[in-house]
């Protein structure tokens, strides 16, 4: 298509406006920019000052290192511009300052060439970039340009690193809490167990607390991983789950077991075992549910593992397990002393007993023992393994 004179006048005028605007636009941008100029020659500081301005910056000037320091504590600079040779000290110490206060600052060297080994040097010291004196305007407009460019974009990276900061922070607290929900519907699935032995063998529950609490205690004074002792107080407080399998007649029987009986009343480890492993977290209580009634000797069942083959956690369990057994009234005996407790576990100490368990046992005072068992009875909240590993304190002596 053809266009007259008239029409090519009016789109040349649309477009030179078009451009004007956006030179202004741009010009704009540029003012958002603050740079100090630093040099000790009037002519020279003076000199760069107005090129800059007349692109657009926002210009101060200082004459002297000291000078350049007092600005960039006044104001906020966006680029620095100095002489590295000037009569109070030179531009490197300048440029060492600004680098600790200010590290994002971006600096350029103006510089002499018979400097030029100095202004290489200044860049490994942090300069971002150097100018040679004498130089072209264009020359001194590009490198503040790039300079400025290379601050926005550092800018932009910490902001993105911030925000990124804050989402993890905001997540993690996000997962800390779920992890506590979860944590506590497992100990809302841990009652339910409970609850449901209840029904079979009511003796069973405040049994089930205490040697948990006792448990625990132990596996503190041990050293053993919080992480870990939640598994072990879980194990411990399900640890005749399996009972739940074995026949009333059976279960409630008052007088001795036949035989045949006790073996099916022995089953109750491995029913118990296969009832929780299925279960992601109490796949670890099951192992110990499956070994508590194994003794350190090999004496035990259901399998007569001996020593270390029993899991540290059920040989903790074995300990306070009689610990309670003997302080609690029987049917056809009453409670014992935590003395005679102590007198007991001792004997049976490398036989139904890890003596390394014994030892520490034997160190924790009767006052800890005393201290749970009635913080237990006295209970009336319901059970979390959660809240007992935090409870219980550990022994002081
Ligand atoms: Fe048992």
């Not at 049994?207 to 596996?219: E, N, P």
């Amino acid at each position: 298509m053809a266009l007259n004179v008239a029409e090519l006048g009016v789109l040349t005028r649309a477009a030179n406006v078009a451009v004007e605007a956006v030179t202004r636009a741009g010009t704009r941008f540029r003012r958002a920019s603050r740079i100090l100029v630093v040099d000790d020659e009037l002519p020279v500081r003076t000199m760069i000052g107005a090129s800059l301005e007349r692109q657009g910056y926002d210009v101060q000037l200082a004459g002297s290192g000291n000078e350049a320091m007092e600005a960039l504590e006044q104001n906020v600079f966006d680029l620095v511009l100095t002489d590295i040779v000037m009569q109070d000290g030179n531009g490197i110490t300048l440029l060492e300052r600004m680098r600790i206060q200010q590290p994002n600052l971006p600096v350029v060297m103006v510089t002499a060439i018979h400097d030029i080994s100095v202004a290489i040097d200044s860049m490994r010291r942090g300069a971002y970039d150097y100018l040679l004196k004498p130089f072209e305007r264009e020359h001194l407009v590009s490198t503040v340009e790039r300079a400025l460019n290379y601050r926005q974009a550092l800018q932009e990276s910490q902001n993105y690193q911030q925000n990124l900061e804050q989402v993890v922070r905001a997540r993690t607290e996000m997962l800390r809490q779920a992890m506590g929900d979860l944590e506590h519907s497992y100990d809302v699935t841990l009652e339910a167990l409970g609850d449901a032995l209840d029904l079979k063998d009511s003796e069973t529950e405040g049994h089930s607390k205490r040697v948990t609490a006792y448990t625990i205690a132990l596996a503190r004074a041990m050293g053993i991983s919080p992480a870990e002792i939640k598994v072990i107080a879980r194990g411990a407080f399900l640890h005749d789950i399996g009972k739940m399998a074995i026949p009333d007649q059976i279960l409630r029987k008052p007088g001795t077991l036949t035989a045949e009986e006790q073996q099916v009343m022995r089953e109750h480890c491995s029913r118990g075992y296969h009832m929780l492993r299925k279960i992601p977290f109490l796949s670890g209580a099951a192992e110990i549910v499956f070994a508590h009634q194994e003794h350190y000797g090999g004496s035990g069942y259901p399998n007569g593992s001996r020593g270390a083959e029993i899991p540290i956690g059920a040989r903790i369990f074995a300990v306070a397990d009689a610990l309670d057994a003997i302080t609690s009234d029987r049917p056809y005996r009453p409670a014992r002393s935590f003395d005679a407790a102590r007198e007991e576990i001792l004997r049976c100490s490398g036989t139904q007993f890890d003596p390394g368990v014994v030892e520490v046992f034997l160190k924790i005072p009767n006052e800890l023992w005393h201290e749970l068992r009635s913080e237990i009875t006295g209970q009336d909240k319901r059970f979390s393994t959660f809240d007992l590993v935090h409870v219980v304190q550990p022994p002081t002596r």
